[in-house]
């Protein structure tokens, strides 16, 4: 399944940025930007994400944020930014004009990930994507 897939490399993420710290830690939560146009069922990944982050210990405690991303586009005829939908064909509703340019709609990427480090202090660490 296309979200299995899609959940599977956030976990490999996950985890390279895990073994990159250098000492023991543990992942919390990690967050992501997804797409309206990606065609990705956030439900599905949820449950997909949640399903296969018990395989490692390092993963187990870890939630996923989804931040799922309006699309806009720029028409090919004025340039106005609206948000294409598929029941006006994709089109701009103030002209009828074409996607010329997609702005937003398109992302899937991990922005941060928050760590635990299994020292005695405890301390957590944040990583930027
Ligand atoms: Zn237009």
Redesign the pocket.
């Known amino acids: 399944m296309h979200e299995a897939t899609i959940a599977q490399s956030i976990l490999n993420i996950v985890t390279d940025r895990l073994k990159s710290v250098g000492v023991a830690a543990c992942a919390l939560s990690v967050e992501i930007v997804l797409g309206e146009f990606r065609n990705v069922d956030p439900e599905s990944l949820s449950f997909a994400f949640d399903s296969m982050k018990d395989f490692c210990p390092a993963t187990s405690n870890c939630r996923l944020d989804i931040n799922v991303i309006n699309a806009s586009a720029l028409?090919s005829?004025?340039a106005?930014n609206?948000r294409p939908v598929a029941e006006l064909a994709y089109r701009?509703p103030?002209?009828d004009?074409g996607i010329a340019k997609m702005v937003h709609g398109e992302e899937l990427d991990v922005v941060n990930l928050i760590i635990e480090v299994a020292d005695e202090e405890k301390k957590h660490a944040r990583i930027a994507g």
Do not use: I, L, Q
Request: net charge negative; aromatic share 12%.
């Open positions: 028409c005829e004025n106005h609206y701009c103030a002209c004009g």
